[in-house]
T-cell receptor
Framework: DAGITQSPRHKVTETGTPVTLRCHQT?????MYWYRQDPGHGLRLIHY???????DKGEVSDGYSVSRSKTEDFLLTLESATSSQTSVYFC???????????FGQGTRLTVV | GESVGLHLPTLSVQEGDNSIINCAYS??????FIWYKQESGKGPQFIID?????DKRQGQRVTVLLNKTVKHLSLQIAATQPGDSAVYFC?????????????FGSGTQLTVLP
């Protein structure tokens, strides 16, 4: 899987609790992305990073924050999880803007 | 794994026939495009890409066509096989501030019939 590891792979959490998902890469790629995938919506971009400490919002960023303190790790945080954030979350990495992105295996998050 | 294709456009083809999957993109500034295949329970996998200075690119059994005039992409799969059954997504790389977003279409569920 192109040196990408997402953790945890599965998580069940209660509404209102904070949750952090981790994406770790061993490829030294510059770009990292977080997507969520829901039935009927395909992959929707939450946040992305174009370098250490450089991040920007995607189309569905409300309720999520990210951090990238080193090249290899991109963290996605749900400050106070809601049921609408139940989804499958995918991390992707990309060497530069004119290359393909490689995806992790996904994290299935259930908020009850 | 969970199905993510419950409400997606669907395409059914006979094994051995050619498949054509279409995609409309939204941003005229997008200059790089990718097709991905996603099997149930897995992350998307790269199939083929094309840059905006091209209108056609071929790979092994796959061809991507790009029509910038109408902002349309297509993926052609020759001699479709059962293993091609999956959800297919197009993605566009477009400028966003000082960086680049990679934005996906909604996907098409391809089913190969025996």
């Amino acid at each position: 899987d192109a040196g990408i590891t997402q953790s945890p792979r599965h998580k069940v959490t209660e509404t209102g609790t904070p949750v952090t998902l981790r994406c770790h890469q061993t490829e030294n790629h510059r770009y990292m992305y977080w997507y969520r995938q829901d039935p009927g919506h395909g992959l929707r971009l939450i946040h992305y990073s174009y370098g250490v400490k450089d991040t920007d919002k995607g189309e569905v960023s409300d309720g999520y924050s990210v951090s990238r303190s080193k090249t290899e790790d991109f963290l996605l945080t749900l400050e106070s999880a809601t049921s609408s954030q139940t989804s499958v979350y995918f991390c992707a990495i990309r060497r530069d803007v004119n290359t393909e992105a490689f995806f992790g295996q996904g994290t299935r998050l259930t908020v009850v | 794994g969970e199905s993510v294709g419950l409400h997606l456009p669907t395409l059914s083809v006979q094994e051995g026939d050619n498949s054509i999957i279409n995609c409309a993109y939204s941003n005229s500034a997008s200059d790089y495009f990718i097709w991905y295949k996603q099997e149930s329970g897995k992350g998307p996998q790269f199939i083929i890409d094309i840059r905006s200075n091209m209108d056609k690119r071929q790979g092994q059994r796959v061809t991507v066509l790009l029509n910038k005039t109408v902002k349309h992409l297509s993926l052609q799969i020759a001699a479709t096989q059962p293993g091609d059954s999956a959800v297919y997504f197009c993605a566009e790389s477009r400028p966003s501030g000082s960086a680049r977003q990679l934005t996906f279409g909604s996907g098409t569920q391809l089913t190969v019939l025996p």
